[in-house]
Structure formats: C-alpha cells, structure tokens
C-alpha cells in the first residue's frame, strides 16, 4: 500500500480529530505550493489569502461571507500551523477521553465562528483599529483549539499533562496562563488574533459550563456537523446471510415428512395399483426415483 493510499486510509477511518488535522495540513501544503506558483509567475500571492482569509472590515465580508469558516483551516507560516496542530492533537484526545468526536467538531467549528466574530467586532468597534482596518485579516486555527483547551480545562480542571522541563502541571493553569497572556497581548501587533484567541475561549467556557448543567447547546448543530462529515466516513459493504433458527431440527422435519407421503404412495401401490395414484402421488414417485 502506497503513501497516499495509507493517507486516505487514515483519514477515512479516523475520528473527527484526525480529520481535523488533516484538512489543515492539507490546506496548508495547498496554499504554499500555490504561492510558489504565484510567485515564480511574479503575481502577488497574498491576494489567494485574502479570499480565504477572514477579513476585518464588515463591508469586505459581505462580499466574502465563506471566510468565517474557511479562515480557521487556513496557515502560511510552519510555526503558526506547528503550533496549532501539536495543540488542536494534544487537548482533542484529552477531550475524546470524557466526550464524543461529534461535540469535539462542533467545539472546533463554533469556537472559530465565536473568535472570527470577537476579532470584526474589534476592530469595528474600537476606535484604535480604525486606521488599521482595511488591510487587517484573521487566519489559524488558533480560536478553535484555544476553545477545546479552555473547555476541557473547565470539564476536568485537575487532569494533569507532563511538559517537558517542567514535570506534571493541571491542565487549567495551562488554560489560565493561556488567557493571562492573550489579555496582555491586546496591545501587541497581533492585537486581533489576541481578540479572536479570547473569542474562542469564551465560546469554550460557555460551552462546557452549560453541558456540565446539563444542557447541550450545540446539540443541532453536532448533528448537522456530523452529517457533513459522514460523507467522508469509509462506506462498508453490507452482506446478508439468511440463517434458520434451527438448521438441523428443520432438515430433518423435512426429511421425515417426505418419508411419511412416500410410505403412504407405496401402501397405496401395495393395495390398490400404481394405477389408482394420483397426479400428485405419482409426481412424489418420480421425485424420489429422481434422488436415487
């Protein structure tokens, strides 16, 4: 079996959680390849990412409304994809450990909507992002993944990971110094990605915190979510197998009426004649003179 075989393999059996990291590296072996394209032709490759990337300005949106979701799979940079990647692996098995794969999609999905939203709103909202609004774009998994980490973190706050150098740490001062640092960061140059991160994280703990009391809030929409993945799902072939309930008891049913109707044709031979036989008689006859 070829590598690409291997590949397709994978990602047809796997769970949402393979499928997710799949498709981002995909789209990021993509993006680069056709930016080598565009550049040796001597084009401008950014104009690919502003199609796909989420657009800051309301107005450009509009025209773009696919970029709320084509933005959360999209990455230029290996350290950006890396990073998201090792994260989106590392918190979505935890979260496979205590939930299922199709709340897992749906927190991804909703957690980038929530962070693609937090990052328009400010910069059409706070007055500092004005001047910067026009050539500003969100791209990265990164309010998905902050989602599961935080919603994960709520669910099970003690559960311990083993970094390295530093030994075993809870998984919510993970999550803690994670939102500390973004908050820090909103006055940074990536200020809108911070606001997404923090999206995302909010969208995480509502999440969870509901589900804890008992409500599903995404319930509808995990079924949606679950439905268009299912295309991908690797289709088995159904056989059906016809069995009796009792093979041998009903075989030899069948066997002893049959001989029970040719006892009965030959007493009446015995007696009466092979002329007096009727049509049916005389066809269980040829039947049997047939087996032998």
């Known amino acids: 079996m070829g590598i690409i075989d291997e590949i397709k393999l994978s990602f047809k059996n796997g769970t949402y959680l393979t499928k997710l990291i799949y498709i981002n590296i995909a789209i990021w072996v993509i993006v680069r390849l056709v930016f080598v394209c565009y550049s040796l ?13 989420l657009p800051a300005s ?35 098995k935890i979260f496979l450990e205590y939930h299922n794969q199709q709340k897992l999609l749906s927190l991804y999905i909703l957690g980038g909507l929530s962070g693609g939203l937090a990052f328009m709103m400010a910069y059409n909202w706070l007055p500092v992002f004005h001047e910067r609004i026009i050539n500003s774009q969100l791209l990265g998994a990164s309010a998905s993944v902050i989602a599961i980490v935080i919603a994960i973190a709520v669910y099970v706050p003690n559960h311990l990971i083993h970094l390295a150098f530093i030994g075993p740490v809870k998984i919510k001062w993970i999550a ?44 509808r929409f995990d079924r949606i979510t679950d ?7 690797r289709r088995r072939k159904l056989k059906i ?52």
């Open 41 to 53: 032709s001597g084009s401008d490759g950014s104009l690919m990412l502003g199609w796909l990337a």
């Open 58 to 92: 309301f107005e450009l949106f509009i025209s773009r409304p696919w970029t709320i979701l084509t933005y959360m799979f999209l990455h230029f940079e290996l350290l950006h994809i890396l990073f998201n990647v090792l994260w989106l692996y590392w918190f979505g």
């Open 176 to 219: 803690f110094v994670s939102v500390i640092l973004y908050v820090i960061s909103l006055s940074g140059d990536n200020a809108g990605g911070n606001f997404a991160h923090l999206g995302g994280a909010v969208w995480g703990w509502i999440y969870m915190s509901q589900l804890m009391a008992g409500r599903n809030i995404t319930g």
């Open 227 to 233: 439905t268009f993945f299912s295309w991908f799902r």
């Open 241 to 292: 197998k016809y069995n009796s309930p009792n093979p041998d008891y009903e075989y030899n049913r069948k066997k002893v009426s049959q001989q029970h109707e040719i006892n009965q044709v030959l007493d009446k031979i015995g007696k009466s004649g092979y002329d007096s036989l009727t049509f049916e008689e005389r066809e269980i006859l040829f039947k049997m003179g047939r087996k032998k």
